[in-house]
């Protein structure tokens, strides 16, 4: 590991201009590449102290044992350059997207003397004209075998071509009307390059003009009186209809643009690009890759530009390219495009209208590919024996921690505090061993606090099963707080084995305890643990902040490898109990809102309360009730009636519902139909309004 200042330049070296930088190893390796403003300002925040690096930077630094750069006279060239060196070096801690397939395009090779239409893969060619790309290679061959019939192109291989030049006879194609031949002269070599030009303008999206055309020869043709003609023109539209139907419009005026978005954590980054030409989508793809260095959504937009236009020119660079979010800055990256396309390109982030509805479809299909490349990655067992092991060795336990548990605190501003446990055993999630905990021991927000609590009550639950196993030694005791965890069944005095033989739930400990944060949410754990005189099960915690693992009484975290399976088996670990705590937390405040007089009603279940609701129209209705109107509702008892009657008149009436738009009081004597509910209303948009400020 290389000390930064053995190779740091000397003051006055680097030059205040526009320039690319790279950093090598002892080897004489690229390991970075990257470009500045001003390498000056750039390179001196790569020298200071190491302590205020970002992980992945400090790694690169200790890693490099030189830096050189190169000025260039604009940040355009800058751009040009950087991107030039990363395809040459392929540098280790650059960002590099990882293309999840080999995209196939259609391909028409307008640099022959007869075109050929078929699909390419791979390097693009100069002189042929590309469309797509596509998800599969099938769709392809599905579009083109419906333009055939318009558009007689060759389609055949350069051998069978020859062939049958020289034997005189067309292929099959040729037989049955989706060639027009030319291998054997039935169209001259002009004529056939006409209609490829217009399968290419078709497949452009400039379709409407051709459609009208045939529409008008087919009418002509039938006043004509040459019906076999005009049925032939009318399938030929029928079928040209058929292959825009395969591409729906998604936006108007014929647009041509790249949509691109991404979906990222604090590993990894999914790109996914929609090609929209002639306002309909003619391709998608998508890439993946290792945030190995500190990357912002910026960045990874301008690297995802440069892979994707950096071999392109002409109308392959759409003039529309709509992003997530703007490269900084973001006028030499538009000064490229336009160099490349050769006109102005038009590089912003949709804010409304159709733009923006596709743009959020664009997310949601990064937001996919981002979840399957992690779920593909996480299902691969020698990945996840590889993960386990890394995480023991680096917490130094004595095996692999075959069960993991995971803790998560959630609240809203100290309202309605909940908590989380997640179960991975093998590495995959358990859900069916998944717990949720009510804070119950005092109120408002401290996580410290909570964590105690919901560690404590975890395992003395844990005590108290092992001691109906007669595990304990002569002599111990057993702790437990006699309450259920759930709130909700799963009774101390039930069985110790559940129908399948399994142990029960809570009879079962972890090898390792996850909280979700630092030093003092892990202190709090080892606490706990330590209370109840258990001292065989590690205790761990993960700050989202830098992805740093803390152990119990280290001062300092440790710090896993970027690449490092373990790290990224705990990083799942931490965001499912995130996630499975959050959704608890949103589900009993949107409870707790619809809560009504009703509720309060001992062994009145949602049936009988839509019941009554139904009858009487709404809950003031129903408080006027006398008993005996009450018991004439099916399924309501004098007993219930009476019940019903008395909470209603202890409960507080409710207070006049008013419309937020317009200020005006709603009448309470308009039908209830909310189930479970007393008639009052709730402002449904407090949850959302709050919810950036829930945890």
Request: aromatic residues 6%.
């Amino acid at each position: 590991m290389a000390d930064p200042s053995s190779y740091r330049p000397r003051p006055g070296e680097i030059p205040d201009s526009p320039g690319v930088y790279r950093f090598r190893d002892e080897h004489r390796r690229v390991i970075y590449v990257g470009k500045a403003k001003s390498l000056r300002q750039r390179l001196a925040n790569y020298f200071q102290d190491l302590a205020n690096l970002h992980p992945r930077t400090r790694t690169m630094v200790t890693t490099a044992a030189s830096v050189e750069w190169t000025v260039v006279s604009t940040e355009v060239e800058a751009l040009q350059l950087e991107y030039s060196w990363i395809k040459e070096y392929d540098p280790r801690f650059n960002v590099k997207y990882r293309d999840d397939k080999s995209y196939p395009y259609l391909a028409v090779t307008m640099n022959e003397e007869f075109p050929r239409v078929q699909v390419m893969r791979g390097h693009k060619k100069k002189g042929v004209r590309y469309f797509g790309p596509y998800g599969h290679a099938w769709a392809i061959r599905d579009t083109v075998d419906l333009l055939l019939r318009v558009f007689p192109v060759r389609t055949c291989s350069a051998g069978v071509f020859k062939n049958a030049s020289r034997t005189g006879r067309p292929c099959l194609l040729g037989y049955i009307g989706k060639c027009s031949a030319p291998c054997v002269g039935r169209i001259a070599p002009e004529d056939h390059r006409d209609l490829a030009e217009e399968f290419c303008d078709f497949m452009a999206g400039r379709t409407g003009t051709y459609l009208r055309r045939l529409e008008k020869q087919m009418m002509e043709a039938a006043e004509e009186m040459e019906y076999e003609r005009a049925a032939r023109l009318r399938d030929d539209i029928e079928a040209l209809k058929k292959a825009m139907e395969k591409n729906a419009v998604v936006l108007a005026d014929a647009t041509d643009a790249d949509l691109m978005a991404v979906a990222e954590d604090e590993l990894e980054a999914a790109v996914q690009i929609f090609h929209v030409r002639g306002g309909r989508v003619r391709g998608q793809r998508g890439w993946v890759t290792d945030k190995v260095e500190e990357v912002t959504t910026s960045a990874l937009v301008e690297h995802a530009l440069q892979q994707l236009y950096g071999e392109e020119t002409g109308d392959a660079v759409p003039k529309e390219v709509l992003v997530p979010a703007l490269p900084e800055p973001v006028e030499p990256v538009q000064e490229w495009l336009t160099g490349r396309r050769g006109s102005n390109v038009s590089l912003r982030i949709p804010q409304r209208g159709d733009k923006k509805a596709l743009m959020e479809t664009v997310e949601r299909n990064a937001q996919q590919a981002l979840a399957l490349h992690k779920t593909k990655r996480a299902s691969d067992l020698t990945t996840r024996s590889r993960a386990l092991e890394e995480i023991a060795d680096a917490l130094d336990l004595d095996s692999a921690p075959l069960r993991i548990e995971c803790y998560d605190i959630s609240h809203l501003q100290g309202d309605d505090v909940v908590a989380s446990m997640v179960v991975f055993e093998d590495g995959l999630q358990r859900k069916s061993e998944y717990r949720r905990f009510q804070i119950k021991g005092f109120a408002g927000q401290d996580d410290v606090r909570s964590m105690h609590e919901v560690i404590t009550r975890r395992f003395r639950r844990y005590l108290a099963e092992k001691e109906k196993t007669g595990e304990w030694a002569e002599g111990e005791e057993a702790l437990t707080d006699g309450e259920p965890v759930l709130g909700e069944g799963d009774p101390l005095t039930s069985s110790l084995k559940d129908d399948d033989g399994r142990p029960r739930k809570f009879a079962y400990p972890p090898q390792l305890v996850v909280v979700d944060g630092g030093q003092p949410q892990v202190a709090a754990a080892r606490r706990a643990l330590d209370e109840l005189g258990i001292d065989d099960i590690a205790v761990c915690g993960l700050a989202k902040r830098l992805e740093e693992v803390w152990v119990p009484g280290d001062d300092d975290p440790v710090v896993l490898p970027r690449s490092s399976e373990g790290l990224y088996l705990l990083q799942r670990v931490r965001d499912e109990a995130h996630r499975f705590a959050i959704t608890y937390q949103r589900a009993k405040r949107a409870k707790r809102f619809r809560a009504g007089p009703l509720d309060d009603v001992p062994g009145l279940g949602e049936t009988r309360k839509q019941a009554l609701i139904k009858h009487f129209g709404s809950v003031k209705k129903l408080r006027s009730a006398t008993i005996e109107q009450i018991q004439e509702v099916p399924g309501i008892g004098r007993k219930t009636a009476e019940t019903i009657a008395v909470a209603l008149a202890q409960a507080a009436p409710a207070a006049p519902a008013v419309n937020t738009a317009t200020g005006e009081i709603i009448d309470d004597e308009e039908p209830d139909t909310t189930a479970g509910s007393s008639g009052e209303p709730v402002s449904a948009g407090l949850p959302d309004e709050r919810r950036g400020q829930e945890r």
